[in-house]
């Protein structure tokens, strides 16, 4: 089964950092495609950086040059830098598989970004 916990998150002002983690268990790490997404209210959860087994980077433009995803193979943790933050980014940052779109979500960090 499947189980991903996200930590990190937290209250910080526009031009802050924060790193995110993702713990990652029930499937083989290693020959994921990982990614991590983010949801405001009102919005279709957004996925916002993928990361390939070797380790293969993609950003959504609004995020390009500021956030880096990164993973851990030997410890099945994925990772996302959060670098100069801006309001916009205020959400709930979850991660999973890299273009999924079931119903088997952890429980999400929040990121709140003041300006």
């Known amino acids: 089964q499947v189980h991903l916990v996200e930590s990190g998150g937290g209250l910080v002002q526009a031009g802050d950092s924060l790193r995110l983690s993702c713990a990652a268990s029930?499937?083989?790490?290693?020959?994921?495609?990982m990614a991590w997404y983010r949801r405001t209210p009102g919005r279709q959860r957004e996925q916002v950086a993928r990361?390939?087994?070797?380790?293969?980077?993609t950003y959504v433009d609004s995020v390009k040059g500021r956030f880096t995803i990164s993973r851990d193979n030997a410890k099945n943790t994925l990772y996302l830098q959060m670098d100069n933050l801006k309001p916009e980014d205020t959400a709930v940052y979850y991660c999973?598989?890299?273009?999924?779109?079931?119903?088997?979500w952890g429980q999400g960090t929040q990121v709140t970004v003041s300006s």
């Open positions: 999973n598989a890299a273009g999924y779109s079931g119903a088997s």
């Open positions: 990361i390939s087994p070797r380790s293969d980077k």
């Open positions: 029930g499937y083989n790490f290693n020959i994921a495609h």
